[in-house]
């Protein structure tokens, strides 16, 4: 399975990919399937081969895996929370461009 970071922001460095490889193999030995690969592709992104008993679905696999790795990776780095949700410029700022755009139009 592959799954990427919010807006493929590039936030995966090598210490965040070290604990997130430890967090993924804690999880997959605590829910029951094994993983067999586990890599960080561009800081964006990460790869996961896992096999796993008929029992456990891939849609219950992949909600272990993102739900609980994202909420401990804020856990342990807080920073992240911030490099996620950055705004690049404020909706109100852009609305009112665009207004000002539209009232010198008239």
């Known amino acids: 399975m592959v799954w990427s970071v919010k807006y493929r922001r ?17 999880i997959a030995e605590d829910k029951g399937f094994t993983v ?26 992949v909600k272990y895996l993102k739900g609980i790795t994202g909420r401990k990776l804020f856990e342990r780095f807080p920073e992240i929370r911030n490099q996620l949700w950055k705004e690049k410029g404020s909706r109100k700022a ?13």
């Open 94 to 106: 852009k609305l009112a461009k665009r207004n000002e755009m539209f009232l010198a139009k008239v």
């Open 36 to 61: 067999h690969l586990f890599e960080c592709g561009e800081g964006d992104h990460v790869h996961c081969f896992v096999t796993a008993p008929p029992k456990l679905s891939i849609t219950a696999i």
């Open 10 to 26: 590039k936030i995966l460095n090598s210490g965040i990919e070290e604990y997130l490889k430890e967090l993924v193999q804690q």
